[in-house]
């Protein structure tokens, strides 16, 4: 096998493993849990881990020929692992996400004028 054949048969590799995680999503949310909140951000995680490997399948295999907007789909999602992993961490320790404070914090002390 020369270098594109393997390149080729890694990137199908990487469309079954983004086809699975898919299918692990769908069953995440299908089942009910007593743990719903965590798995309903595991979903999401997995979703955007699917999504990221489901863009480097497309570019390995050359099927971004027929779907050039589809190449780089998982770009933007690398962003959210981060913050995805945090509330799934933080929701199986304490039972609930952290809650987002959006408010401008005063000054310690106003200026003289």
Do not use: C, K
Not at 13 to 33: E, K, R, S, Y
Not at 39 to 65: C, E, H, K, P, W
Not at 73 to 88: S, T
């Amino acid at each position: 096998m020369n270098e594109d054949q393997w390149i080729t048969l890694i990137g199908y590799i990487h469309l079954i493993a983004g086809v699975q995680g898919l299918f692990l999503v769908v069953l995440l949310n299908g089942f009910p849990a007593e743990n719903r909140r965590p798995n309903r951000i595991l979903s999401l995680l997995m979703l955007v881990f699917s999504l990221i490997i489901l863009g480097a399948g497309l570019g390995a295999t050359g099927a971004y020929q027929s779907a050039p907007h589809l190449i780089r789909i998982g770009a933007p999602f690398v962003l959210l692992l981060g913050p995805l992993m945090l509330f799934y961490i933080t929701a199986l320790r304490i039972g609930q996400v952290p809650a987002i404070q959006w408010y401008r914090q005063r000054p310690l002390h106003r200026g003289r004028n």
